[in-house]
């Protein structure tokens, strides 16, 4: 092996490495790779990763880690701890998200060619379990950051105001492929 690259740096062979940009931000190489953008970079290298911000952390564990009420902390863990196990679910059609910021097994999802795997009763009970404790953080954190500002003396609408963006923050993460249920009760796949 020595021999080989030995050989190559005396004949002069080179690499050449294309710039490297680091972004947080949703970038046009990202774009052609989860195929929401139909011109190919050419002789372009990407690297990617799963993580929403550029210090390696996502924006679940960001909060996390910023909240001083242990409470609200437990369960933010607890909501990035489950993250991965519901992004799956939800990509197989078993599970999606409502209008009120829940997460709600997905009616439609009998007919779906993945919906096989989730026949075991073991399989079954871990999806509930799983749909149990997501929910029920998800509800506390809402109480609680209802209950704090609310005491800080904010207005009913204002209330309104904050309990519907601590909704829409869960409702509007669906991805493409992903299933939802609609202001109406019917049940969507996300395009």
């Known amino acids: 092996m020595k021999q080989i690259i030995l050989f190559f740096l005396l ?6 490495v294309p710039p ?3 972004t947080n931000a949703q970038t046009a190489a990202e774009k052609q790779m989860v195929g929401e953008d139909r011109e190919l970079e050419r ?3 990407m690297i990617g990763s799963i993580q929403s911000s550029t210090n390696g952390q996502n924006n679940q564990e960001k909060l996390a880690k910023e909240e ?4 609200i902390r ?3 863990i607890r909501l990035n701890y489950l993250s991965s196990e519901i992004k799956k679910y939800k990509s197989h059609g078993i599970l999606g998200e409502t209008p009120q910021g829940y ?6 999802a009998s007919s779906l060619p993945t919906y096989i795997h989730y026949e075991l009763p073991a399989k079954k009970k871990r999806v509930e379990d799983v749909v149990l404790f997501l929910n029920e953080s998800r509800k506390f954190i809402m109480e609680k950051e209802l209950s704090t500002h609310k005491k ?6 204002e209330l309104l105001k904050i309990k519907q963006n601590l909704i829409d923050e869960y409702y509007k993460s669906i991805s493409i492929g ?4 609609t202001e109406t009760g019917r049940w969507e796949k996300y395009q």
């Open 74 to 76: 437990a369960h933010r």
């Open 43 to 45: 002789e372009g290298w």
């Open 152 to 157: 800080k003396g904010k207005k009913e609408d």
């Open 11 to 16: 004949i002069g062979c080179s690499f050449k």
């Open 103 to 108: 997460v709600k097994l997905n009616p439609l």
């Open 178 to 181: 992903e299933y939802f249920e």
């Open 68 to 71: 001083s009420d242990p409470e």
């Open 20 to 22: 490297i940009t680091i």
